[in-house]
């Protein structure tokens, strides 16, 4: 199956006789078999037709927008999961202050192991102290999230935990790439412009794996209720953060992948993936969900994607039983 990434200014997706076409001024640029396309994602400068959205969904295609700098926007979505006694069962028990608690807890555990994992995974030979700071740290951290018994100690504990991986980001870094720290809205350097740009792309994954399971993405149980944010989409993203989004910014950088300088655009006040730097890490990203990797010992190995969606069921599986014993995702 295909995934099929349009940013070209102007650019049109069209579908005829089963052919899904992208064309710009009456020349066709792409174009593939309804059939062997599973995922699309548009950018904002770049137009759909109505027969185009009809056949995405007739065919369960999904079909995600972002902006020019590459922030969530929506997506194409069919008609509303029918299983309202999960999605009422959701609401009920995001009442319950112990059960939000245990599966906060959870994906903060999660989420401060994996970024354990990568700046050990990635740490240079000359700046190993550095890193063996940062993780000797996070390794205390881990142990007082999963024992802590307050919302507000425990987003103390994640926080610190984000700045201390985000100080120890340089120490695995090839040297060519300047990060000063972590910020957006607009990023103000090459990395935290694809920092943003994989956040963006990892938010699809993860609606589209709610979505599928049945359950309201903007019910969360570690990002509380806040008008248009997608509270327990944002719960998921937390433990696939690092795994998943950091390590392809890091690939991309320390195997040349991107170029500093000829992939990337200043304007609007920051810095920016032009449209050669996105489509290189638009292709990275994706190559990453389709890798292969065993969730638990004895398990089948499932593509990155599929470990989403895993995730998501697991998260509807405690709802259902009323237990907060979700079990994260975590890189070894």
Known sequence: MSTLYVDEYGATVRFSQGLVVVEKDGEELSSLRLQELEYAVI??????????????????????????GGEY????????????????????????????????RALVVGKITNMRTILMRYARADRQMQADDAVCRMRSAVDSAASCQSPDALLGIEGTASREYFAAFPAILDDEW???????????????????????????????????????????????????????????????????????????????????????????GGVFLNEAGRRRFFAAFYRRMQETVTPKPGEAPLAYREVCLRQARLIADCIKRGVSDYVPFVVK
């Open 178 to 268: 300047k990060f000063e720290g972590r910020n957006r809205r607009p990023p103000q350097d090459p990395v935290n412009a694809m920092l943003g740009f994989a956040y963006a792309l990892l938010e699809n994954e993860l609606e589209r794996a709610v979505s599928i399971c049945g359950l309201d993405p903007y019910c969360g149980f570690m990002h509380q209720d806040l008008y248009g944010r997608q509270g327990l989409v944002l719960d998921l993203m937390e433990e696939f953060r690092s795994a998943l989004a950091d390590s392809v910014v890091l690939n991309c950088c320390n195997r040349s992948i991107v170029d500093p300088v000829s992939d990337f655009e200043e304007r609007d």
């Open 43 to 68: 950018q904002e400068n770049c137009g759909i037709t109505s027969s185009a959205v009809g056949a995405f969904l007739r065919s369960g295609v999904d079909v995600s927008f972002i902006s020019r």
């Open 73 to 104: 926007l929506g997506k194409l979505e069919p008609a509303v999961g029918r299983n309202i006694e999960l999605r009422k069962a959701q609401y009920r028990i995001a009442e319950d202050d112990a059960f939000s608690l245990g599966i906060a």
